[in-house]
């Protein structure tokens, strides 16, 4: 069901509904390298395989350390759990390992799932949105959570329809925006996280929005939204 570019190697994740030898909802595989249509029984792992989860998507980010070269770890989420991978099938430096992660939260909406810069992977978990740093994973959205889960004034987040929900990251101001739909599969309400500040502004559309993507435009530095309407 996911699928990402990493390190030269395409990589699905949740490879089918039912397990065989080599694929399942817990699966891993990647191909050869720079050869999408190799795909080596051996670069294939089972993740957990029977916890009665399933795969919900993939991130990756660099982690810097002083005096270390940079090197791109890539995260693999669960609806209740995530696993960071680092090195590749067969690599030795650095050694492919897959660790799972010191939390219980994972992803319910995959293209939630972006990498914000200096910061960590974002995403919508079943508690909220989660930033995980590479160490520590954090509930950021604990000031919306009425309008994530609803209460006796506000309306919550269509949770049946997340896997529509879509999220980018914008670098100038640096925001988190994801759209989630309110009722059915449509978009029209805005979470949008300042990177910086640290704070949430929520918008709420009085039209759906069934995507989004981010397009820089090439006569002016800034970043765009854009989003293309059902009306």
Known sequence: KHHTLHQGFYWVWNTAKLSTAADGNSSLRSSDLNNPNSWPLASQIFIDKDDGDVGMGMGQFTIAETGISPTTSQILFKRRSAYQMTGVFGSTNPAFAIQKTKSDMGCVAPHTIQFAPGFGLIRLTERGFALFDGVDDKLISE?????????EVYQGVDWAHLDGASAVVTENPPLYLALCPLSGAGLSRVFCYDLVRRAWTVLQ???QV??????????????????????
């Open 143 to 151: 000031e919306v959570r009425p309008l994530l889960f609803g209460n």
């Open 210 to 231: 069934s995507t989004v993507a981010l397009h820089y435009h090439t006569d002016d530095p800034t970043h765009l939204l854009l989003g293309d309407f059902n009306d």
């Open 205 to 207: 559309y009085p039209f």
